[in-house]
């Protein structure tokens, strides 16, 4: 049956930019700073949870793009309980206290969604913007290239 609050991230390559602005908003939306000049030069920021991909204007890919599959291969490989469901939501999201820096999550993943924070030395991965009511990536898009659709 159909889960009312089970809600994916669909990218339109079609529609996409390549201006990288999603990325840049995830960055926003995963920092305490929202002044994107303070946050460029900000040590230490969080590292974009979503990542655009091109080649000489021939194609875009979104390669970071976690699925928040209903099978996990990153919540069974990790070692610490830092990747967990949250259950209400369906999704999967990673608690950065908890996290070792194993990167056992990032060897699993087939979709290659895991990034590593190297200045955290912690997993980074998109959560759906949890806290928010639709995500950062979503929102700011300038031509709509990203849905958040029920599935
Ligand atoms: S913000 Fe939209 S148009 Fe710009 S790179 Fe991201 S998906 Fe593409
Ligand atoms: S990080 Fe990879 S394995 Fe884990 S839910 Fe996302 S796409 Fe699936």
Request: hydrophobic share 30%.
């Amino acid at each position: 049956m159909k889960n009312p609050t089970k809600k994916r991230i669909f990218p339109k390559e079609e529609y996409c930019l390549g201006c990288h602005l999603c990325e840049i908003y995830c960055i926003s939306a995963h920092s305490k700073e929202k002044n994107l000049v303070k946050l460029f030069k900000m040590p230490n920021r969080p590292y974009p949870r979503i990542l655009v991909e091109e080649k000489e204007g021939e194609y875009i890919t979104f390669a970071l793009q976690c699925r928040h599959c209903d099978e996990p291969y990153c919540i069974t490989a990790c070692i610490s309980g830092a990747l967990q469901m949250d259950q209400n939501k369906h999704l999967i999201i990673c608690d950065e206290e908890k996290c070792v820096g194993c990167w056992s999550c990032i060897l699993v993943c087939p979709y290659g969604a895991i990034r590593r924070n190297d200045n955290k030395k912690i997993a980074s991965k998109c959560d759906l913007c949890i806290e928010r009511g639709i995500p950062a990536c979503v929102e700011n898009c300038p031509n709509e290239a990203l849905e958040l659709r029920e599935v």
